[in-house]
């Protein structure tokens, strides 16, 4: 009797929330109660890798390791996976509320600063108009039609950011060039998912166009990190040297990157 009461309790036993599903998930753990769908790869390393981003967790194991042991790693590695997707679960919930509605005078960022972004079909060009107070804020306003739509609206506004950051990102590489002791060649603007910048030794320098929306500290940093590579191109401790001889607080400037949520541009 006891028995068949516990496989009643059992079965009517309220199911353990997922609390994250990876979209290519092919394995299951639950770790303190908590269900985790993920991704499983197989390789041809020997070691196990465990990486967490948007979509989940994904774990790469070696061809052959048996089952059991990868799932005994993976609870080893709870605490820390747990803690990574709780971290990146709220990373995308900030994100989600973030996003921007361009049909009602939406606020950027630009240099680190909020900016209204207002359609004003009088002017005759798209341009920022400073701040005429203490409690107001700067405007870009963008010359279109009153009826634009929302996708003009965005472009328009991408394509004067665009601008600002070429014009912006040359000078500051030109500063920091001659203070590094170094000659950079060409100057793109990118839209990587995963970068802010890179170097290549030909002196090619690409620097991600959203940058413009970061205060100027961080956007020196990033210039600085990219033509330090033009020094050394890996990340040891010569490369890091050279960046801390410029920004000693580099650390910092770094996890102000990490940290930061932009609205998603769509």
Same mark, same amino acid.
């Given at each position: 009797? =006891?028995?068949?009461?516990?496989?009643?309790?059992?079965?009517?036993?309220?199911?353990?929330?997922?609390?994250?599903?990876? &979209?290519?998930?092919?394995? =299951?753990? @639950?770790?303190?109660?908590?269900?985790?769908?993920?991704?499983?790869?197989?390789?041809?390393?020997?070691?196990?890798?465990?990486?967490?981003? *948007?979509?989940?967790?994904?774990?790469?194991? &070696?061809?052959?390791? &048996?089952?059991?042991?990868?799932?005994?790693?993976?609870?080893?590695?709870?605490?820390?996976?747990?803690?990574?997707?709780?971290?990146?679960?709220?990373? =995308? *919930?900030?994100?989600?509320?973030?996003?921007? /509605?361009?049909?009602?005078?939406?606020? $950027?960022?630009?240099?680190?600063?909020?900016?209204?972004?207002?359609?004003?079909? /009088?002017?005759?060009?798209?341009?920022?108009? &400073? #701040? /005429?107070?203490?409690?107001?804020? !700067?405007?870009?306003?963008? %010359?279109? +039609? %009153?009826? %634009? @739509?929302?996708?003009?609206?965005?472009?328009?506004? =991408?394509?004067?950011?665009?601008?600002?950051?070429?014009?912006?990102?040359?000078?500051?590489?030109?500063?920091?060039?001659?203070?590094?002791?170094?000659?950079?060649?060409?100057?793109? $603007?990118?839209?990587?998912?995963?970068?802010?910048? #890179? *170097?290549?030794?030909?002196?090619?320098?690409?620097?991600?166009?959203?940058?413009?929306?970061? #205060? !100027?500290?961080?956007?020196?940093?990033?210039?600085?990190?990219?033509?330090?590579?033009?020094?050394?191109?890996?990340?040891?401790?010569?490369?890091? *040297?050279?960046?801390?001889?410029?920004? +000693?607080?580099?650390?910092? $400037?770094?996890?102000?990157?990490?940290?930061?949520?932009? +609205? !998603?541009?769509?």
């Amino acid at each position: 009797m =006891q028995r068949l009461l516990k496989f009643t309790l059992d079965l009517f036993a309220p199911t353990a929330p997922v609390i994250s599903r990876h &979209p290519d998930s092919t394995q =299951q753990t @639950n770790i303190n109660g908590q269900l985790i769908d993920y991704r499983l790869l197989r390789s041809r390393r020997r070691t196990m890798i465990f990486s967490v981003s *948007a979509e989940g967790l994904a774990v790469r194991a &070696p061809y052959g390791m &048996p089952m059991h042991t990868v799932e005994q790693a993976v609870q080893e590695k709870g605490r820390w996976i747990v803690r990574k997707l709780g971290g990146m679960q709220e990373r =995308q *919930a900030r994100v989600d509320a973030s996003r921007i /509605n361009w049909l009602e005078a939406p606020k $950027l960022d630009f240099l680190g600063q909020q900016v209204h972004v207002i359609v004003a079909s /009088n002017e005759s060009c798209t341009r920022l108009q &400073p #701040s /005429n107070g203490l409690n107001d804020m !700067p405007s870009l306003l963008l %010359a279109l +039609p %009153a009826h %634009a @739509n929302g996708k003009k609206i965005r472009d328009t506004t =991408q394509d004067w950011l665009k601008e600002q950051a070429t014009v912006l990102y040359t000078e500051r590489l030109n500063h920091f060039a001659e203070q590094l002791g170094v000659t950079w060649e060409t100057l793109h $603007l990118s839209n990587a998912n995963t970068r802010w910048g #890179s *170097a290549k030794a030909d002196g090619s320098i690409r620097l991600h166009w959203r940058l413009i929306q970061f #205060s !100027p500290d961080v956007i020196d940093y990033v210039v600085v990190h990219e033509l330090s590579h033009l020094h050394e191109l890996n990340h040891s401790h010569r490369f890091w *040297a050279i960046v801390a001889s410029v920004f +000693p607080d580099y650390l910092d $400037l770094e996890k102000k990157l990490k940290l930061a949520v932009l +609205p !998603p541009w769509e």
